[in-house]
């Protein structure tokens, strides 16, 4: 079991930057792919960003491809997710999620998932 827990998530401009992160317990963190997903009011839940458990591979939706970064510090057992150039349609519910299997885009893919950080971008 692992449990994951989300933070930074809040209120920006657009052109403005947030950093986001997910804290893990349970089993260890540095065996699992991670992701980022998001999901927007009345939208189904979308893949952000992903990488592998050692961190030397990451992989991203093409809507925030040079915009987001994806990273881990598998000592603090923590994820992150810079994102500069925030835009209005970034805004949605930011979920961390991971994968004992390695990295996918598909939500079904995930094992275990955080409760979510609200992600605010004012036009």
């Known amino acids: 079991q692992v449990q994951l827990v989300e933070s930074g998530g809040g209120l920006v401009q657009a052109g403005g930057s947030l950093r986001l992160s997910c804290t893990a317990s349970?089993?260890?963190?540095?065996?699992?792919?991670m992701a980022w997903f998001r999901q927007a009011p009345g939208k189904e839940r979308e893949f952000v960003a992903a990488i592998i458990s050692s961190a030397i591979r990451t992989t991203y939706a093409d809507s925030v491809k040079g915009r987001f970064t994806i990273s881990r510090d598998n000592a603090k057992n923590t994820l992150y997710l810079r994102m500069n150039s925030l835009k209005p349609e970034d805004t949605a519910v930011y979920y961390c999620?991971?994968?004992?299997?390695?990295?996918?885009?598909?939500?079904?893919?995930?094992?275990?998932w955080g409760q979510g950080t609200q992600v605010t971008v004012s036009s």
């Open positions: 349970g089993r260890t963190f540095s065996y699992y792919g």
């Open positions: 999620a991971a994968n004992r299997d390695g990295i996918a885009t598909m939500t079904g893919e995930y094992q275990y």
